[in-house]
């Protein structure tokens, strides 16, 4: 399959073409997204974590979407509500997740998440209601297409936005590029995150994370060890969502921006995608990273998918 316009499908809005600029709208202007209250739910991990789900119920016979936030995001994050909010009103029921540590999850667990935690995706997926559609987001984007590479009961489709498909070369881009600022922020947002009260943390870790200079070194000093993995490599090597492409087997939409100044391109030019029967590829010129703004109120990304899920669900 191949979405029919897979390259500059995609028009900057006036003014807005820069990477950066695409990437960091949201903060400059963001988007007013009104959504009906969601019935909050607390989906039990059988570790003594839960992680709150907000769910509302589509058109009878439409699917579920389960939307799932990247790096430093919540389930409140601009470029999820908005895409909840486009479902909605295509009559999709929509699901969002706070994942462990994040958001409102962040008073129920003392654990944190990592960019291929799938179980936690597995016990959300098992109190929704069939078929299952999940959109992920930058590292959550990672997660959905590993999700979707496994295998999932009730699954019958995928997006991924802005995806790492190779987590190691994600981290050294992210430590080169733009004199580390997207980094800086990140590692940032991190800290605060895993040492925030309630948190589950030993003296140790605690002071090989407040070292931490790097997304590497961040997940050296904690993820990794954390999860059972040598360092931050093993880490990468283990949950990079490229490896998981050829071993899906529903439809998956994959989106990703040429100019992405968080995501390498090298990546996804190293896929045979016409290898990859249940994989489309949209790559554009422009957009940046889960940005997209073009001349439309919602970012280009939102009807993209809208109509995508109604094609192949």
């Not at 699901?95 to 936690?120: E, F, I, N, P, W």
């Not at 997660?143 to 009961?153: D, R, V």
């Not at 200079?213 to 931050?232: L, Q, S």
Request: proline share 7%; hydrophobic share 40%.
């Amino acid at each position: 399959m191949r979405h029919p316009g897979h390259v500059d499908d995609f028009i900057p809005r006036r003014g807005w073409r820069n990477k950066h600029l695409q990437t960091t709208r949201n903060r400059v202007l963001p988007p007013k997204v009104q959504l009906p209250d969601p019935q909050m739910t607390l989906v039990d991990l059988g570790d003594g974590d839960r992680l709150a789900l907000f769910y509302n119920q589509g058109a009878p016979g439409t699917p579920t979407v389960l939307l799932v936030h990247g790096l430093g995001g919540t389930a409140e994050s601009d470029y999820v509500r908005v895409t909840a909010a486009g479902l909605l009103e295509a009559g999709f029921g929509v699901a969002r997740v706070d994942l462990r540590g994040a958001g409102v999850s962040a008073q129920y667990c003392s654990g944190m998440y990592h960019g291929g935690k799938t179980q936690d995706l597995r016990a959300v997926l098992r109190t929704l209601p069939a078929p299952i559609a999940v959109v992920g987001y930058s590292l959550g984007a990672n997660a959905t297409i590993k999700l979707l590479g496994e295998g999932a009961a009730g699954v019958v489709a995928g997006v991924s936005v802005s995806a790492p498909l190779d987590l190691t070369v994600g981290a050294e881009h992210l430590h080169r590029r733009a004199w580390g600022f997207y980094e800086k922020f990140l590692v940032h947002g991190l800290k605060r995150d895993v040492l925030r009260p309630g948190a589950r943390y030993t003296p140790e870790e605690r002071q090989a994370v407040m070292a931490a200079r790097t997304i590497a070194e961040f997940d050296t000093a904690i993820t990794a060890p954390r999860h059972g993995w040598r360092d931050a490599w093993e880490y990468y090597e283990v949950n990079s969502s490229g490896r998981f492409l050829p071993q899906v087997e529903v439809p998956l939409l994959v989106i990703h921006a040429k100019d992405d100044p968080m995501i390498p391109l090298s990546p996804y030019d190293q896929v045979d995608w016409t290898a990859l029967p249940n994989v489309e590829l949209i790559l554009t010129e422009h957009g940046g990273h889960v940005g997209f703004h073009g001349r439309g109120s919602v970012p280009w990304y939102v009807p993209v998918i809208v109509d995508f899920l109604r094609r192949v669900t």
